[in-house]
C-alpha cells in the first residue's frame, strides 16, 4: 500500500496523503506509457505553475512514481520544492539513463518530452542548467548509496549525451 496525493496548498505547507495499491512504473511487466506519465506530470506541475515555476517532486526515482488501474502516482514528497519544471524531469530521464537500454532510451525520452512540452514548455537554456545540476545530485546519491544503474558507463554516458541534446532536436 502506498499513499496519494489528494491535495495540497502553499502557505501553508499542507499535503494530503490517501493509501493505494500501485506497481513502480518501471517494474509493470507491459512497459510503461511514456504518454501517460508525460501527461500525469504536466498535470502535477501546471496545477501549481506560476511565474514558471511549479511544485517539483523532486524524489522521482522509480519506486517513488507508480501506477494502479493505468494511473500514475508520486508518493514521497519529502524533497518536494518549488522550482522550475525542468529541474523535475531532467533529474526523471537520469533514471532511465543509468537503466534503460539506448535504443528504449531514445525512443521513450523523445517521446515523453514531445508529450510533456506540448503542455509544458520547456526552455533548453534551463534544460541544460538543471541537467547540469541534475547529474552532480544524481551521482553523488548514487555513490552514496552504493548504485551504480544497469547499464553500463558508457551506455550511460551515451544516454546522457541524448538527454543534453534532447531539446535542441
Keep these: 500500500m502506498l499513499p496519494q496525493l489528494l491535495d495540497y496548498q502553499m502557505s501553508p505547507a499542507q499535503i494530503t496523503l490517501q493509501r493505494i495499491h500501485g506497481t513502480p512504473y518501471l517494474d509493470l511487466p507491459e512497459g510503461f506509457s511514456p504518454v501517460t506519465l508525460a501527461q500525469s506530470?504536466?498535470?502535477?506541475?501546471?496545477?501549481?505553475?506560476?511565474?514558471?515555476?511549479?511544485?517539483?517532486?523532486?524524489?522521482?526515482?522509480?519506486?517513488?512514481?507508480?501506477?494502479?488501474?493505468?494511473?500514475?502516482?508520486?508518493?514521497?514528497?519529502?524533497?518536494?520544492?518549488?522550482?522550475?519544471?525542468?529541474?523535475?524531469i531532467t533529474h526523471l530521464l537520469l533514471f532511465w539513463a543509468a537503466?534503460?537500454?539506448?535504443?528504449?532510451?531514445?525512443?521513450?525520452?523523445?517521446?515523453?518530452?514531445?508529450?510533456?512540452?506540448?503542455?509544458?514548455?520547456?526552455?533548453?537554456?534551463?534544460?541544460?542548467k538543471y541537467l547540469e545540476q541534475s547529474i552532480g545530485i544524481f551521482d553523488s546519491?548514487?555513490?552514496?548509496?552504493?548504485?551504480?544503474?544497469k547499464n553500463p558507463p558508457e551506455i550511460q554516458t551515451a544516454n546522457r549525451n541524448r538527454l543534453a541534446a534532447l531539446l535542441n532536436n
Design 41 to 88: 506530470l504536466a498535470a502535477f506541475h501546471l496545477a501549481t505553475l506560476i511565474s514558471g515555476k511549479c511544485l517539483c517532486h523532486i524524489d522521482n526515482q522509480p519506486r517513488n512514481v507508480i501506477v494502479a488501474k493505468d494511473q500514475v502516482y508520486l508518493i514521497d514528497f519529502s524533497d518536494s520544492l518549488v522550482d522550475f519544471p525542468e529541474r523535475d
Design 99 to 128: 537503466d534503460l537500454p539506448q535504443d528504449k532510451f531514445k525512443s521513450l525520452s523523445a517521446r515523453f518530452i514531445e508529450e510533456y512540452s506540448q503542455l509544458v514548455p520547456l526552455s533548453p537554456r534551463l534544460w541544460q
Design 141 to 149: 546519491r548514487r555513490k552514496l548509496f552504493n548504485k551504480s544503474g
